[in-house]
């Protein structure tokens, strides 16, 4: 019976009897321990690759986990930071400077506003007080009313002044854009009144479409550095300045024509 007994436990390994009742037990544990845990996982859930236990497989194990180690498994790519960017050599072009003297724009906008600030001074004295051979007040309000217009004294006053300030805050380079625009309403008047006469001089418009041109140009360049409006918002193309000065001359323009005429 013990015989019988013993086999039976031997055989079927789940009786607590026999010879191999604790040990074969144990023995059995312990494959099945290595066989499903450490062939194929260690203690964390981690596959392992080699089915002959612990005491192969450590080296083995730390050598592959050393050499997967600089993986990312985490399914996280990181996201480079690119708010301050590294400097780069088109940083250094992109630096702006203060304006200076160039020696060049400056000196060219500072001759021209002499040029026609000085021409414009000139005909205004004529006009206004009939200096340098002008008709003066009187002679330019005969000279209106000839044209056809009406009010023309008011008229003869008006143009005069506008001649003459205009004419001295382009040399002072003072109120730059307005100062253009009043001698170009005024350029553009004698034009609309002499453009029959055909374009060259003496009867044509020649030099009044050069006067013209000449303050479009200080009305969008603005006066330079060398200038009573340094620093101002119109000093330096004075886009919005020259935009609203050109509208006020059209407009006084237009009134000289169509109102007073």
């Keep these: 019976m013990a015989t019988h007994d013993d086999r039976s436990g031997a055989s079927g390994g789940y009786s607590g009897s026999g010879s191999y009742p604790t040990g074969g037990a144990h023995h059995f544990d312990d494959g ?32 592959r986990d050393k050499d997967t180690r600089g993986f990312d498994t985490t399914g996280y790519t990181p996201v480079v930071d690119d708010a301050d960017p590294e400097p780069t050599h088109y940083d250094d072009e992109d630096e702006r400077t203060p304006f200076g003297w160039s020696g060049s724009a400056d000196l060219g906008l500072f001759v021209l506003r002499l040029a026609l600030g000085g021409a414009f001074v000139v005909h205004g004295l004529q006009k206004v007080f009939g200096l340098l051979g002008g008709p003066g007040i009187d002679g330019f309000e005969r000279y209106l009313q ?39 309403g005024v350029m553009a008047n004698v034009i ?70």
């Design 32 to 63: 099945t321990r290595s066989f499903g845990r450490d062939a194929y996982s260690d203690a964390h859930g981690n596959p392992r690759g080699n089915p002959h236990g612990n005491a192969y497989d450590d080296p083995y194990d730390t050598a």
């Design 146 to 184: 000839a044209a056809g217009f009406r009010e023309a004294r008011i008229l003869a006053w008006v143009t005069g002044v506008t001649e003459l300030a205009g004419g001295g805050l382009l040399v002072l380079g003072l109120f730059t854009p307005l100062a253009a625009a009043g001698v170009l």
């Design 192 to 261: 609309a009144l002499k453009f029959r006469g055909g374009f060259f001089a003496p009867n044509g418009v020649e030099l009044e479409v050069a006067y013209a041109a000449m303050a479009f140009g200080l009305l969008f360049a603005g006066p330079g550095r060398v200038a009573l409006d340094r620093g101002r918002g119109w000093f330096r193309h004075p886009l919005t300045a020259g935009f609203l000065c050109l509208l006020l001359a059209a407009g006084a323009t237009t009134a000289t024509l169509y109102v007073f005429r």
